[in-house]
């Protein structure tokens, strides 16, 4: 019978890694900045449409998780041949929201004001992040998009997985759900990168990201 039962507890533990491993979006590959590629040949500029385009985020802790919604400020793809060659985007932190709480909830102001605070974010002495592609190419039939990320004081290339397609004259990229691991731009509240001791109290350092951007030839 206790072999039986170790047997079973086993089978669930592994079965709830498998269930948090296959649930969990993959990292994006993460780099020191780098240069972006100067061309020549750009022969078509596209303009972000802002109304129709945004970051959803989602974060995670023991307790649970919380999601919600980030603005871009402005934004444009370079185009040579029809591929994208270059490009360059501001964020406004300032538009942070949450979208798993009613917008009326008192816990929803909270958790937003917390998120822009200097714990997190600092968005009155950071006000923008910023995106710059330095590259984008096809692995193992993917394309890969690469790109030096700006938050707060820090820079560094992150490269992750997009599809990108064409509605009439407006050019449209979607990126699949990745992470990015927070720590690595010194957003340091409640993370164990940072602070010992934390017990059930940390927030994950990894940050589920998914862009969508819909721009119109300029």
Known sequence: MKTKFATLLFITALATVFISCKDKAKEAKTTSAE????????TENYKAKLEASYIDWKGFKPTGEHFGTIELERGSFEVADGK????????DMH?????????????????AGHLKSPDFFDVDTHPSA???????????????????????DT?????????????????????????????????????KS???????????????????VKAAKS
């Open 35 to 42: 240069t972006p590629e100067t061309t020549e040949e750009i």
């Open 84 to 91: 994208i060659v270059g490009g360059s985007f501001v964020i």
């Open 95 to 111: 538009s942070i929201t949450v979208k798993d709480l009613p917008a009326d909830d008192k816990k929803n102001a909270r958790l």
């Open 130 to 152: 910023g995106f710059t592609i330095t590259g984008l190419e096809e692995v193992d039939g993917k394309m890969m998009l690469s790109g030096n990320l700006s938050l707060k």
């Open 155 to 191: 820079k560094n290339n992150v490269t992750f997985p997009v599809s990108i397609s064409h509605e009439g004259e407006q050019l449209v990229l979607e990126s699949e759900t990745f992470t990015i691991d927070r720590s690595k731009w010194n957003v340091k509240h409640g993370s």
């Open 194 to 212: 940072f602070f010992d001791n934390l017990g059930d109290k940390f927030i994950n350092d990894d940050i589920e990201l998914k862009i969508m």
